[in-house]
Nanobody, 123 residues
Framework: VQLQASGGGLVQSGGSLRLSCIAP????????MGWFREVPGKEREFVAG????????YYADSLKDRFTISRDNVKNTLYLQMNNLKPEDTAIYYC?????????????????WGKGTQVTVSS
């Protein structure tokens, strides 16, 4: 499934952004969707996941108090609401889809990826 992420940008520390991810022309109801982020020179990091059909959500422990993953079934769109952003949140953010039925957290468990969207948080 092809994915398209958007919504990144430049924001000051303490600000908020909402990322969106769509799968044009495809339903993602059978997938587990996820958000990851990557900083050059580091491994791609799991941020949050959502089982589309069941609706259950799960997060990286360090981010669950500030980030919220959600979906819009009508728009077939995945979101990541990011609040109280910090400079260390600066990264390229990717949405991904997994056909697994559990709660994948590793990048290798996701078979489809969108192009990333850059989030830059200034201090």
């Amino acid at each position: 499934v092809q994915l398209q992420a958007s919504g990144g940008g430049l924001v000051q520390s303490g600000g908020s952004l909402r990322l969106s991810c769509i799968a044009p022309g495809r339903s993602v109801s059978s997938y587990v969707m996820g958000w990851f982020r990557e900083v050059p020179g580091k491994e791609r990091e799991f941020v949050a996941g959502l089982n589309w059909s069941r609706g259950n959500k799960y997060y990286a422990d360090s981010l669950k108090d500030r980030f919220t993953i959600s979906r819009d079934n009508v728009k077939n769109t995945l979101y990541l609401q990011m609040n109280n952003l910090k400079p260390e949140d600066t990264a390229i953010y990717y949405c991904a889809a997994s056909q697994g039925r559990h709660a994948p957290r590793r990048a290798v468990e996701f078979g489809s990826w969108g192009k990333g969207t850059q989030v830059t948080v200034s201090s």
